[in-house]
T-cell receptor, first 116, second 113 residues
Framework: DTGVSQNPRHKITKRGQNVTFRCDPI?????LYWYRQTLGQGPEFLTY????????KSRLLSDRFSAERPKGSFSTLEIQRTEQGDSAMYLC??????????????FGPGTRLTVL | GENVEQHPSTLSVQEGDSAVIKCTYS??????FPWYKQELGKGPQLIID?????GEKKDQRIAVTLNKTAKHFSLHITETQPEDSAVYFC????????????FGKGTRLSVIA
């Protein structure tokens, strides 16, 4: 399978605990995006990388959230001191940026987080 | 920034009929419009996209039309099948040339056999 992969697929945690999610993009894709999706809504942008550089963070990304892409391949998203409002599907997408035109994003299966 | 509105929120059609989902956007500089299909418990799957230099694009039973003057684009599914049942999302770039996407709220399509 050469698509975007995410682990774990499901995570249940207690409020106040830290969690970390991993995303492996499509091979050779230089851009990687994180989105969050709550029930009945479309995905909302959180942050994205070009290679190892984090280019932008959304206002949705509070100080408790941190994302890394240390070698320009896989990425991790960590949430510290989880709150019940963090319960959502966390989606990763990747794309190949080759020109100034908008690149096509391919999504992974997501990690569903439930905070009790 | 971009704002994307999507209608209807739910749509039921008989198997074999056509389905049309419409989206409007606010930024006249937007130049890329993808459509995603999301099945329960899965991530969004790109089904078709269109760039602003064309008015229509087809891929088998799926087509997308774009009206830049009116700032709206539509997804057309012909000869619907039960496996087309899913939630469909339209999207547009948040800012001109900036690829984080802004999504509509989705349309739940039910194809009744």
């Amino acid at each position: 399978d050469t698509g975007v992969s995410q682990n774990p697929r499901h995570k249940i945690t207690k409020r106040g605990q830290n969690v970390t999610f991993r995303c492996d993009p499509i091979s050779e894709h230089n851009r990687l995006y994180w989105y969050r999706q709550t029930l009945g809504q479309g995905p909302e942008f959180l942050t994205y990388f070009q290679n190892e550089a984090q280019l932008e963070k959304s206002r949705l990304l509070s100080d408790r959230f941190s994302a890394e892409r240390p070698k320009g391949s896989f990425s991790t998203l960590e949430i510290q001191r989880t709150e019940q409002g963090d319960s959502a599907m966390y989606l990763c997408a990747s794309s190949l940026r080759v020109s100034a035109s908008t690149d096509t994003q391919y999504f992974g299966p997501g990690t569903r987080l439930t905070v009790l | 920034g971009e704002n994307v509105e999507q209608h209807p929120s739910t749509l039921s059609v008989q198997e074999g009929d056509s389905a049309v989902i419409k989206c409007t956007y606010s930024d006249s500089a937007s130049n890329y419009f993808p459509w995603y299909k999301q099945e329960l418990g899965k991530g969004p799957q790109l089904i078709i996209d269109i760039r602003s230099n064309v008015g229509e694009k087809k891929d088998q039973r799926i087509a997308v039309t774009l009206n830049k003057t009116a700032k709206h684009f539509s997804l057309h599914i012909t000869e619907t099948q039960p496996e087309d049942s899913a939630v469909y999302f339209c999207a547009a770039p948040r800012n001109s040339g900036n690829t984080p996407l802004v999504f509509g709220k989705g349309t739940r399509l039910s194809v009744i056999a």
